[in-house]
C-alpha cells in the first residue's frame, strides 16, 4: 500500500503525513504539494499537487492506493472545482480509497455558510465517484484562539457573537490522528464522522485561555453586527463577515456535537484540561 496526502505543505497535511509516517514508515508515505519545496522537510517523496492542474495530480497519484485530500482554500465556487480535479485524479490514476477533510457548520443562513455549502457539494461529489470514500468532518481549530493571545490579552476579555453557544473545538494534531485512521484502519469505508473535542462555551475557553496564560479574560457577548464590524475592521470585508458567520454558528449550535473521534481513532479525543495543562508548561 502506497499512502498519500494532498498539501503536505500546509500544517494539517504536513500532520497527516507525519502519522502516516510513524505508522507504515517513510517509503509507503508520499506527499502532493502546489509548493513541494515547503513539505521538503517531511523526508517522503513529494509531488507535484496543484488543485487546478487536474493533468499534473493524476501523474502525481500514479501508483497511490489511499488518498487523503485536505480542503482547499479557494473561494468556494473555484474549490468545488479544484476538489473535483483531485476525485477525477483519484479515479483515473486508481486510488481506491479516497478521505476527504470536510467542515462542521452552519449550513444555511450566515455568511459563511457558502463555505460550509461547498464543503457539502465535495462530499457529494465524494459519494457519487464510485471510490471507496471516507468523510471528516472537522470542527473549529483552537490553535488559532492560543495564537491569539496577546491580542486577547490586549483587549482584556473575548468579545464575539457566540453566547452560550457550545463549540467542540479540535486539534491539527488530533485531526491527523483521525485522518490517519480512516485512511488505513478497516471499517471505515462510507463513513462520515463528526471530528471534534468535547463542546465548550467560550466562557469555558476565556476560563482555559486563563489557567494556562495566567491572563484575566473575561467573556463578552455581542451582538452578530457589532461582531462582523470588529473583524471587517481587523480583516477587511472579504473575511470579517466569514468569521462573523463561524460565530453565528456557533451560537446556533452548529458545532454542538459529541463526535466520532473515539469510534474513528479507538481512543478519546485529547480532553482541554490536559490540552491547556501542556500549554502551561
Ligand atoms: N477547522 C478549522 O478551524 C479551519 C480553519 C482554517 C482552515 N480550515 C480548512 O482546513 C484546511 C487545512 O488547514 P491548514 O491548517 O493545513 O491550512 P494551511 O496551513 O494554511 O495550509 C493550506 C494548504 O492548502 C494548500 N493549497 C492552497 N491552494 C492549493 C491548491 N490550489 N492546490 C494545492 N494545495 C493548495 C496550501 O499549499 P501552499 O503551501 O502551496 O500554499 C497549503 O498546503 C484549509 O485548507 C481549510 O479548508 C479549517
Given at each position: ?109 450566515t ?40 491580542s ?8 464575539n ?15 491527523a ?8 484502519r ?5 463513513r ?34 457589532a ?38 481513532t ?5 480532553s ?10
Amino acid at each position: 500500500m502506497t499512502y498519500a496526502v494532498t498539501a503536505a505543505s500546509g500544517q494539517l497535511g504536513h500532520a497527516i503525513a507525519e502519522r502516516l509516517i510513524d505508522r507504515f514508515g517513510p517509503e509507503q508515505v508520499i506527499g502532493l504539494a502546489r509548493s513541494p519545496q515547503n513539505a521538503a522537510d517531511l523526508g517522503i517523496e513529494i509531488r507535484a499537487g496543484d488543485y487546478d492542474d487536474r493533468a499534473q495530480l493524476e501523474a502525481s497519484l500514479a501508483g497511490v492506493s489511499a488518498l487523503v485530500l485536505v480542503s482547499g482554500m479557494a473561494p468556494p465556487d473555484d474549490r468545488i472545482l479544484q476538489h473535483r480535479n483531485v476525485i477525477a485524479a483519484a479515479k483515473s490514476a486508481g486510488v481506491s480509497r479516497l478521505v476527504y477533510t470536510s467542515i462542521q457548520g452552519p449550513e444555511d443562513g450566515t455568511p459563511f455558510s457558502p463555505i460550509v455549502q461547498s464543503n457539502r457539494q465535495t462530499e457529494a461529489d465524494i459519494r457519487a465517484s464510485g471510490l471507496d470514500w471516507a468523510i471528516g468532518r472537522n470542527g473549529i481549530y483552537i490553535e488559532p484562539d492560543v495564537d491569539y493571545i496577546d491580542s486577547y490579552r490586549a483587549r482584556g476579555e473575548i468579545a464575539n457573537s457566540a453566547g452560550d453557544g457550545c463549540c467542540g473545538y479540535t486539534t491539527r494534531a488530533e485531526l491527523a490522528e483521525a485522518y490517519a485512521a480512516l485512511l488505513t484502519r478497516g471499517g471505515m469505508g462510507g463513513r462520515l464522522v463528526n471530528l471534534n473535542g468535547a463542546p465548550i462555551t467560550q466562557a469555558q475557553l476565556a476560563a482555559y485561555l486563563n489557567a494556562a496564560f495566567g491572563t484575566d479574560l473575561r467573556y463578552r457577548a455581542i451582538s452578530p453586527e457589532a461582531y462582523v464590524a470588529d473583524r471587517t475592521a481587523e480583516l477587511g470585508s472579504f473575511f470579517g463577515p466569514i468569521i462573523g458567520g463561524i460565530y453565528d454558528g456557533i451560537r446556533l449550535g452548529a458545532y454542538d456535537r459529541p463526535g466520532d473521534f473515539e469510534m474513528v481513532t479507538g481512543r478519546a479525543h485529547q480532553s482541554w484540561d490536559e490540552y491547556f495543562a501542556a500549554l502551561a508548561d
